[in-house]
């Protein structure tokens, strides 16, 4: 069974960093991509960062300069840098794989910008 686990989410400061890690684990066949989205209160679920197997990595307008998406394929991991965060960057974060059978999501880490 394929399941994604989000770590690294909590409260920081406006202009504060954070690392968000995603760990995937089980069998998983042909990965097309990977990547993050957030939901903050009251809105739809909205597309972080993502970044296909093979092509160019797409970033929201809005993180554009200051999250950065990776992925270490050996451990199964991906990661998502966020830095110069601003409180409209609160939400919650999801890490999300898609491969050719189906898509999986984590369970999602709160993260909260505030002074």
């Known amino acids: 069974q394929v399941q994604l686990v989000e770590s690294g989410g909590g409260l920081v400061q406006p202009g504060g960093s954070l690392r968000l890690s995603c760990e995937v684990s089980?069998?998983?066949?042909?990965?097309?991509?990977m990547g993050w989205y957030r939901q903050a209160p009251g809105k739809e679920r909205d597309l972080v960062a993502l970044?296909?197997?093979?092509?160019?990595?797409t970033y929201a307008d809005s993180v554009k300069g200051r999250f950065t998406i990776s992925r270490d394929n050996a451990k199964n991991m991906v990661y998502l840098q966020m830095n110069s965060l601003k409180p409209e960057d609160t939400a919650v974060y999801y890490c999300?794989?898609?491969?050719?059978?189906?898509?999986?999501w984590g369970q999602g880490t709160q993260v909260t910008v505030s002074s």
């Open positions: 999300f794989m898609d491969t050719v059978y189906r898509d999986y």
């Open positions: 089980g069998t998983i066949f042909s990965i097309n991509a």
């Open positions: 970044r296909p197997s093979g092509g160019s990595t």
